[in-house]
């Protein structure tokens, strides 16, 4: 017998639990000045998520997906792209979204239900958030495809969860992505838990990186909580992309601190326990640990930085709640590029059941 | 470019060929236009509507994509956004449900939940209906799925001229359309089309033929049959209007209920099984805004409410033009 191929799925971190470097350090983390950005998105983006969960508990927010334990992957990405990429979302990717140009009060406003929320003024090309499972594979292809027709050094990044690499928008996304060499960085956010079927029943393949192997593509496992390892996968997968040389799989490993959503109850199917332990690697804990060690951070920094975050969401939240429905006849307004003949009789009879009200 | 470089001539072509037209004619005039689908660049189609594009036009923007509808029409959701036009092929409507999460869940929606910042200018293109003795779910005419779904278009031309003409403008539209290309007439017939970019309007019925006694509306292949009906009750004194619905939505109520307002009389043919078909929203429309001005009850002619029949039995499940002129008789006698 003769072998045709094999294949390795490596695996990268850079610190341990507590931040301690455990060899030398990628070149990110010598730019001083990005690693505390990168930490500031993160306690941003989780300060904010407390704070929408707390909306939501309160009856002014709608059901709402926590990013919890997705910080460090996220603002990872955020980073590593430039303005001139597209980023194609899933649903839990705050933190790439606010490091993108989306404002806190969009987050709001589309968990919030308001359509508003994904109109995005400063990040016009991103893809808005895709509730169904990773349908947004076979988009982040397409919006790739079209700058390999424009012969565009532009790169796109999507993100999709362990459950979407069961579905074949992403085994099929990733075939094209191979077979056209489209400039094009998959990250599968590997948190465990797809609502509450755990990562182990998604597939009987020992990684999900490994999935890049049948299409082609090359496919790295980082720890999603090392910032550092995350941040240099990504700032390589875009340079490959960028470089014409094709896609690149990175499954992030993490955990989801929280619930699916607000509307789940996760003891309902995992232990207090294996939540305890997710917690000891968080990464944001890491990289602030990694900063004190590092002669980088202070308590009183942490305190200026908490203070700031938290009048940040606060404001954000104010505009919000303090911003009115949309007239119910936009209901109609957006679905063509203008009105069609056969909905104007419709779009009067919305107006006159709200007559002297939002209409 | 001047209509001469561009190419323009008039001839006498099919309804394949017509598309084929239309398809070179915009891919020169516009380079934001793109076609992707399976075994249409070498090959040019499986029933040829895309020959000579790859040759026109290079394998850049004339696509073979990898045998999955649901990437299809998720990448030309992708394309898009970004500004291409992309004409996306479906080899068979049977073939086209693998993609139809894509096609409601975004394509449809895309601009509205945006609130316009994105949005999906894409043609998913499906030869549909049956008649050409093909395997099972070849011979699909599920039209109703999509003209059901907000925020999609559903054009089904039923001629050389109008398949041409609706084409263009279903690519110049900047919403997603559904264009289903009834292959039963694909080659059954040749007209004189100007090859001259010139678009018809996707907001409007086509009467084909005006008559006082009853109206008869259809769309796709059925329009052959249903005028083949008008000019045998012709011969019988009967006088037919025949509407080709052709842009099935939004549908375009006016020009029916006028038509019956007039006639007093409506038949309406289509392919398609009964139950829930687009005739129901027809037959709905007329008895909502026509209903004073009827003489007898709308009926319908239509597919039976069972799955396509393999071809041995498809004759008997597709209306035939003694099924028209059969119905026609029975509202003319009331």
């Known amino acids: 017998m003769r072998q045709i191929h094999e294949f390795h799925v490596d695996s990268t971190r850079y610190l341990d639990d507590h931040g301690k470097p455990l060899g030398e350090l990628p070149p990110q983390a010598e730019n001083t000045e990005r690693v505390l950005a990168a930490y500031r998105n993160m306690v941003l983006t989780r300060t904010f998520d407390a704070k929408a969960i707390a909306l939501q508990r309160t009856g002014k927010c709608g059901t709402y997906p926590s990013v919890l334990g997705h910080e460090v992957v996220g603002t990872a990405i955020g980073q590593s792209m430039t303005n001139t990429d597209v980023f194609v979302p899933y649903y839990r990717d705050q933190a790439t979204h606010i490091l993108r140009g989306v404002s806190l009060k969009e987050l709001l406003l589309y968990w919030g239900g308001d359509e508003r929320g994904s109109a995005w003024e400063h990040c016009p090309q991103d893809l808005p958030i895709a509730v169904p499972i990773a349908t947004q594979c076979c988009h982040a292809v397409g919006v790739a495809s079209a700058f390999r027709i424009r012969g565009e050094a532009r790169a796109v ?40 079927t755990p990562r182990s029943l998604q597939t009987g393949a020992e990684t999900m990186a490994q999935k890049a192997i049948s299409a082609g593509l090359p496919g790295h496992i980082v720890d999603g ?14 340079e490959r992309a960028y470089g014409g040389k094709g896609a690149t799989v990175i499954e992030a490993v993490t955990y989801r601190l929280g619930d699916h959503t607000t509307a789940d109850d996760a003891t309902r199917y995992r232990s207090a326990e294996d939540l305890k332990r997710a917690w000891e690697k968080d990464g944001i804990k890491r990289l602030q640990n990694w900063l004190h060690g590092s002669g980088l951070w202070s308590p009183d920094k942490e305190k200026t930085l908490q203070a700031e975050c938290k009048q940040t969401v606060d404001k954000a939240v104010a505009d919000y709640l303090a911003t009115e429905a949309e007239p119910p006849t936009t209901m109609l307004d957006y679905l063509f590029e203008s009105l069609p003949i056969a909905l104007k009789g419709q779009r009067e009879q919305i107006a006159d059941k709200y007559r002297g009200g939002a209409a | 470019m001047s209509k001469a470089e561009h190419g323009e001539e008039t001839r006498d072509v099919t309804l394949v060929e017509a598309v084929n037209m239309a398809l070179h004619w915009e891919m020169a005039r516009d380079e934001n236009v793109v076609v992707l689908g ?7 189609g499986v029933f040829r509507t895309t020959v000579g594009l790859k040759e026109a036009f290079g394998f850049k923007r004339v696509m073979d994509t990898p045998l999955a509808e649901n990437l299809i029409a998720g990448t030309a959701i992708g394309m898009a956004t970004q500004g291409l036009k992309p004409v996306a092929e479906f080899q068979f409507m049977g073939f086209i449900y693998a993609g139809v999460e894509q096609i409601i869940s975004h394509a449809a929606r895309m601009r509205n939940r945006t609130r316009g910042r994105l949005h999906c200018p894409i043609v998913f293109r499906a030869p549909f209906g049956g008649g050409i003795h093909a395997p099972e779910h070849h011979s699909e005419s599920t039209e109703a799925l999509f003209a059901h779904i907000p925020g999609l278009r559903v054009v089904i031309p039923s001629s050389p001229q109008r398949a041409y003409g609706l084409l263009l403008a279903a690519i110049r539209n900047p919403d997603p359309v559904i264009f289903l290309e009834p292959k039963r007439i694909y080659r059954a017939v040749t007209q004189t089309v100007a090859n001259n970019g010139e678009a018809l309007p996707l907001d409007t019925c086509f009467t084909l033929r005006e008559g006082d006694d009853v109206t008869l509306i259809t769309w796709g292949a059925c329009v052959l049959e249903t005028l ?5 009750l012709a011969e ?54 026509a209903f004073l001005d009827l003489q007898a009850p709308v009926v319908r002619v239509t597919g039976y409410d069972t799955v396509m029949p393999y071809y041995r039995n498809e004759q008997y499940y597709l209306p035939q033009v003694e099924d028209i002129t059969r119905a026609v008789e029975q509202v003319i006698a009331l």
């Open chain 1, 157 to 196: 990044v999507c993100c999709i969860g362990d459950g979407g690499t069961s579905k074949g928008d992403f085994l099929e996304s990733i075939n094209l992505a191979g077979a056209w060499h489209l400039p094009v960085v998959f990250v599968v956010i590997n948190n465990q838990w797809a609502i509450s």
């Open chain 1, 225 to 238: 909580n090392d910032y550092f390892a995350t941040a240099e996968a990504v700032d390589t997968a875009l």
């Open chain 2, 38 to 44: 399976e075994d249409i660049a070498t090959n040019g």
């Open chain 2, 228 to 232: 083949q009906a008008a000019d045998q």
């Open chain 2, 236 to 289: 019988q004194g009967v006088s037919c209007e025949v509407i080709d619905v052709a842009t099935v939505s939004p549908l375009d109520r006016d020009t029916l209920l006028c038509s019956v307002a007039k006639t007093g009389r409506a038949v309406i043919i289509h392919e398609a099984c009964r139950n829930g078909g687009v005739g129901a929203e027809v037959a709905a429309s007329i008895a909502e805004g």
